[in-house]
Nanobody, 119 residues
Framework: QVQLVASGGGLVQAGGSLRLSCAAS????????MGWYRQAPGKQRELVAA???????NYADSVKGRFTISRDNAKRTVILQMNSLKPEDTAVYYC?????????????WGQGTQVTVSS
């Protein structure tokens, strides 16, 4: 069984910073893609940033230049550093990992962490 545990959300004023972390545990052979998604009230879940095993990254246009995604393969952890936060960044943030276990590849999700940016 694979579990993802996210942490680091909270309340911050516009222009501030937050750091989200997500760690995977369980019977894992390797992890391909790691990513962060977010879902604001009344909106669909959207990709914020992703990083593949080789280190290449992909960002939503709305966060480019402000957010940085990184990963620590040894610790099975993905980090999202969020700077210059805006009220429109307010959402529940979910981590996602494409995990290789014995015999299969599956997507796993963390429990979600609330990020609230006040104006």
């Amino acid at each position: 069984q694979v579990q993802l545990v996210a942490s680091g959300g909270g309340l911050v004023q516009a222009g501030g910073s937050l750091r989200l972390s997500c760690a995977a545990s369980g019977r894992i052979f390797s992890i391909n893609t790691m990513g962060w998604y977010r879902q604001a009230p009344g909106k669909q879940r959207e990709l914020v940033a992703a990083i593949i095993s080789g280190g290449s990254t992909n960002y939503a246009d709305s966060v480019k230049g402000r957010f940085t995604i990184s990963r620590d393969n040894a610790k099975r952890t993905v980090i999202l550093q969020m700077n210059s936060l805006k009220p429109e960044d307010t959402a529940v943030y979910y981590c996602q990992m494409r995990v290789v276990t014995t015999g299969q590849i599956s997507d796993y999700w963390g429990q979600g962490t609330q990020v609230t940016v006040s104006s």
